[in-house]
């Protein structure tokens, strides 16, 4: 709910189950992270995936592309099989008139079927398959579509590591950073263009 801080110098958070004192807090809120740190912009946007029942091996390859006044975008196939479509979809705009909106998770029908749709366009031959899970949440971009890792300006203790439009496949480095910056207040990869400072 807060970072916990006096004169600039990191002292916890507060959360719904209480406070916690610490002497470093990160933040990895992504499309949340300006709710918790306001000196550093990240624009939420909430978008819509899904997931497919498992289907044969197909040769797919991660893509983004403009779709009927929307954009998809798709990732390989899992090893599962399980295929992963998505993309903002037709939004009951009438429901997303302030910016809190993008943090709505409710999936309505009409988003569900144009977003099934995508699969329809982009791969034919899976048209038949069972849609097995849906859901909706808010991402972080920032103004150049960098995320930004480090220190945050002007608040001993507190990082920041939010801005991933698709952060899952750099999970684990980030979190070495991040545990580097923590331990040794410096790491070794090149984190210019990173820099929070930079906006």
Not at 2 to 17: Q, Y
Not at 105 to 115: F, G, H, N, P, W
Not at 138 to 145: E, I
Request: neutral net charge; proline residues 8%.
């Amino acid at each position: 709910e807060e970072i916990l801080e006096d004169s600039g110098v990191v002292k916890g958070v507060r959360t719904p189950f209480g406070i916690t004192r610490a002497r470093w807090v990160v933040n990895a809120a992504n499309g949340w992270a300006s709710k918790l740190t306001p000196e550093v912009a990240i624009t939420p946007v909430r978008q819509l995936a899904m997931a497919t029942e498992r289907v044969p091996g197909l040769k797919c390859c991660p893509f983004e592309i403009p779709a009927p006044g929307y954009y998809a975008w798709g990732t390989t196939q899992a090893k599962s099989g399980n295929i992963v479509v998505g993309g903002p979809g037709p939004l009951e705009r009438e429901r997303f008139k302030e910016m809190d909106d993008h943090f709505d998770e409710r999936v309505s029908l009409s988003e569900a079927r144009e977003c099934a749709n995508y699969l329809k366009v982009l791969m034919p031959k899976v048209r038949q398959v069972n849609i097995i899970r849906i859901w909706a949440g808010a991402m972080g971009f920032t103004q150049d579509g960098i995320p930004n890792i480090g220190f945050v300006p002007g608040k001993k203790g507190l990082i920041i590591a939010a801005g991933f439009a698709a952060g899952m496949s750099q999970g684990v480095v980030v979190g070495r950073i991040v545990a580097d910056l923590i331990a040794e207040g410096d790491t070794p990869f090149p984190m210019e263009v990173y820099d929070p400072k930079r906006f």
